[in-house]
């Protein structure tokens, strides 16, 4: 019995960096191929370098980006670090975004 007390603190910490290691990973890879499955032509999308562009084609495992009107890059699906969407407020006839609230830039009085 004094032998698998011996053990515990071990198995102990082989299920801590289960939990905050290997989870965690697990569930960002799956996030990360969900992501390139879900790309279509027209999304927005961030490299993982940083360049900002639309998706103008697909192929097995390259995206094609237009980054600037003319200027298409051809790269790996994997360089796809993000797909971004840009909700604009809906706006009705009036032009108004839907709050009747007013608001005054100059009121400094606290909310809540």
Known sequence: MPELLQLLPL????AV?????LRPARRRQAEHVA??????????IML???VYGHVRGLEEDRVRVEVA???VLTVARGAVGARLSDPEPSTDST?????????DP???TPKG
């Open 35 to 44: 992501l390139q499955d879900a790309l279509g032509p027209g999304d927005e």
């Open 106 to 108: 100059t009121d400094q």
């Open 11 to 14: 198995v102990g910490a082989v």
């Open 17 to 21: 960096f289960w939990l905050l290691v």
């Open 95 to 103: 032009g108004s975004t839907g709050s009747d609230d007013p608001i």
């Open 69 to 71: 009107p003319g200027v």
């Open 48 to 50: 993982t370098s940083g």
